[in-house]
Nanobody, 115 residues
Framework: QVQLVESGGGLVQPGGSLRLSCAAS????????MGWYRQAPGKQRELVAT???????NYVDSVKGRFTISRDNAKNTVYLQMRNVNPEDTAVYYC?????????WGKGTLVTVSS
C-alpha cells in the first residue's frame, strides 16, 4: 500500500503561482510513475502531468509552459509548480502513484483561481 498526502492548495489570483506537494509513504517501489490529476466542478478527472522515476515528464497541452512537475526521490515527494494560473485551472488536484500494476490516489487538494 502507498499513502499519498497532497498539500499546498488554496486561493490564488489569475496570473499567480502556487506549488502543490504530494508526500508518499508506505511500500514505494524504486520504479514508479507519479502524477497529478485534477477534477473541476461538473467535469471528469483529467491528467495534468506525470513524471517517471528517472524524471521523464508528460503534460496535458493546456498546462504546457505553465506547470512544472518534479520529484525528490529521497523525500518520496512530487511537486507541481503552477504559474500563470487562470480560472480554468480551478479544480481539486489529486496525486497518483502507479507501480507494479497498482494505482494509488491521494484525497486531493483544492485550488481555486479567482480575483
Amino acid at each position: 500500500q502507498v499513502q499519498l498526502v497532497e498539500s499546498g492548495g488554496g486561493l490564488v489570483q489569475p496570473g499567480g503561482s502556487l506549488r502543490l506537494s504530494c508526500a508518499a509513504s508506505g511500500s514505494i517501489f524504486s520504479s514508479n510513475v507519479m502524477g497529478w490529476y485534477r477534477q473541476a466542478p461538473g467535469k471528469q478527472r483529467e491528467l495534468v502531468a506525470t513524471i517517471t522515476s528517472d524524471s521523464r515528464t508528460n503534460y496535458v497541452d493546456s498546462v504546457k509552459g505553465r506547470f512544472t512537475i518534479s520529484r525528490d526521490n529521497a523525500k518520496n515527494t512530487v511537486y507541481l509548480q503552477m504559474r500563470n494560473v487562470n480560472p480554468e485551472d480551478t479544480a481539486v488536484y489529486y496525486c497518483r502513484n502507479i507501480q507494479g500494476g497498482m494505482s494509488f490516489w491521494g484525497k486531493g487538494t483544492l485550488v481555486t483561481v479567482s480575483s
